[in-house]
Every structure is written in structure tokens, then in C-alpha cells.
């Protein structure tokens, strides 16, 4: 039975195979995923998304986020849902973004949604809700232990990244950092690392313009830069593997509970090794000694050191791991298999 799922972004980051955020990323595999297995996908995200289905775009004002801004685009996803409903017949709407309580469809419409950051950042009310049309998902088991006891949520389903055969590249001294610009992310510590291991920081990725975002950019990366360490902007495509494949290794410090990492398994695709801090689900990713190394959060003197390791870990063994745990069809294959399961409970709900 074909479906049409609905699915919905954090309205303020651009959905895409390149997208800078994980969440952004899974869902793109999931649209392309649904329109390559005959079904009809309907996306609604911000304005220069790239979906292989039907883009149904949001456009976020210009300059800062601030609570205003929120206010006005979650008011504006509100309204596309209800357009979407009114003119689709729509299976199962899937929501992806932090903010997805502000803006749930009705009740009577199968809605699933994937907790894509750490419990704590949504708000307390997230786990108490009792709609039994409303399911929850989380992306990694580290991730589902951290939810409030009681709380109605599904078995856990994995993120994936492309692992088939990668661009080939002569590794070289540098070490790599990617993803949002934020203090979360640790990148001046990356900085720090990169300095006292004697090794180039290449930064790829975004500062959103969020207040706290440019600030730290300003303050805390911009002060660390030269000697070779360069912030790139954001990178994506043929130059991101390029990058990922000539890195020494990727450096991921991350300060707070990650709940996956869609770069550190898009590196061992490469066959680069991930140097990281045990925070969270990194643990469950990165295999030490095999994969990486992973430091205690703060020790920026052991991720220098670990930095400077890197170099014995086996290439090979990465791209097993990213081919044998972290290929992206076993993500979207669970996804669409849930979709169908849900999707026809539904149904069978709706004709008793």
C-alpha cells in the first residue's frame, strides 16, 4: 500500500543530503527513501530545502532568531500542516524539529515524532502527553535512557549515513571539526587540542544566527584562528568526503549528552577515525582502538594526545564499522516499516 507521509522540519534549518544538523539530514534520507519505494512524501521545512518530494516551504524571517521570530514561523508551520491535511490524504505526519509540541496536528492524525536532542532540552510536558495517536522515537538507546521513567516512547531506531565506496585521498596533517557552530559543540576545545597535539584545525560548518551562536563564534573561535587552523564556513558534497577522507582524524568534543553523531559515522565512512569526548551516545559509536579514542569531557590535554594517536587506527576497520552498524538503509528501512505498521493500526482503529 502506498503511502503519503507528511513530514516536518525544524523550520529554521534548510533540509538536504548537506544539511549542516542530523535531524535535517535523517529526515532528507527518509524523503528519498519514501519516494524511491513508491510512496508519497510532503515536506515541510524552510525555503532552499532540496527534498526529492514536494517541498511545502516555510519562509523564517531575516536576521536573529529571538522568541518573536520563533513565535512567527512556528504560527507559520501551523498553517501549513492544516493546508497540508486539508488538501492530501496523509497517512502519518513524522516531526523532527525541538519545537515540534508547538505546532502537533490535530488529534485523529497518526503523528510520529523522532527526539533527534537531548531529553532535557525539550520541554517537561514532551513525555507526559497521552494521545494515543502520538508516538515517540528515539535515535539511540544512550538517548532512551536519559527520557523520564513512564515515558510512551518506541523502541529506538539508529541514524545511518551513506557508506557505500568514498572519495579516496591522501591523508594529511590536519585534523577536521564539523557541524554547527555553537558552545555545545566544544570546537574551541578542538581548537585547544588541535594547538597542543601541533596539528591544523579545519572547521566546517554554520553559525546560525542565534545571539549565543555568533557570540561564541566571536569570542571563543574567532580569537583561536591561524597557525593554520581556518574556519571554513559550510561544506557539503564532494568537498566535505574530500575533506573527511584527507583528515587525520575528526575531532568531535562535544559538552553536552550527544544522542548520535551523523558526522563521526560519515568519517568512518571515510575511513578517518573519530577522536571524541565520552559524552553520550559517543560512546555508543565510537569502538576505542578500533574506530578512535574517546577522552572524558574537559581533557583537552587527552584529546591532543589522542589527536596524535590517530594515525594508528586501521582505515579498513572504519569503513567496516560505518558499512556494518551505521548504513543508511537500515535506518530508513525501520522507518518506513514503522510508518506501515502505524499506518495501518490506524486504519484497523478507524473500521472497528
Known sequence: ?????????????????????????????????LVAAGH???????TGSRVAGV????????GRIDDATRAAVQGAVRRRIAEALARHPVDLVHLHGIDFATYLPPPGIT??????????WYPADTF???????????????QQRACPPGAR??????????????????????????????PEKGFHHALDAARLAGLPLLIGGRVFPYEAHERHFAEEIWPRLGAGSRFLGPVGGARKRRLLSAARCLLVPSLVPETSSLVSMEAMANGTPVVAYRSGALAEIVEPGVTGFLVEPGDITGLADAARAADSIDPAAC???????????????????LYRRLADGAARAGAA
Open 1 to 33: 500500500m502506498a503511502l503519503t507521509v507528511l513530514s516536518v522540519a525544524y523550520p529554521f534549518a534548510p533540509v538536504g543530503p548537506d544539511a549542516v544538523g542530523g535531524a535535517e539530514q535523517v529526515l532528507a534520507a527518509l524523503d528519498r527513501a
Open 40 to 46: 508519497r512524501s510532503l515536506v515541510i521545512a524552510c
Open 55 to 62: 517541498l511545502l516551504p516555510v519562509q523564517p524571517p531575516g
Open 111 to 120: 503523528t510520529l515524532a523522532t527526539l533527534h536532542l537531548p531529553p532535557d
Open 128 to 142: 507526559a502527553a497521552t494521545r494515543p495517536d502520538l508516538h515517540m522515537v528515539c535515535v539511540s538507546e544512550t
Open 153 to 182: 516512547l518506541l523502541p529506538p531506531i539508529g541514524n545511518g549515513v551513506d557508506a557505500s565506496p568514498t572519495v579516496k585521498a591522501t591523508r594529511r596533517r590536519f585534523a577536521l571539526a564539523l557541524g554547527r557552530v555553537c
Open 319 to 337: 569503513r567496516a564499522a560505518a558499512r556494518t552498524r551505521f548504513a543508511v538503509e537500515r535506518t530508513t528501512d525501520r522507518y518506513l516499516d
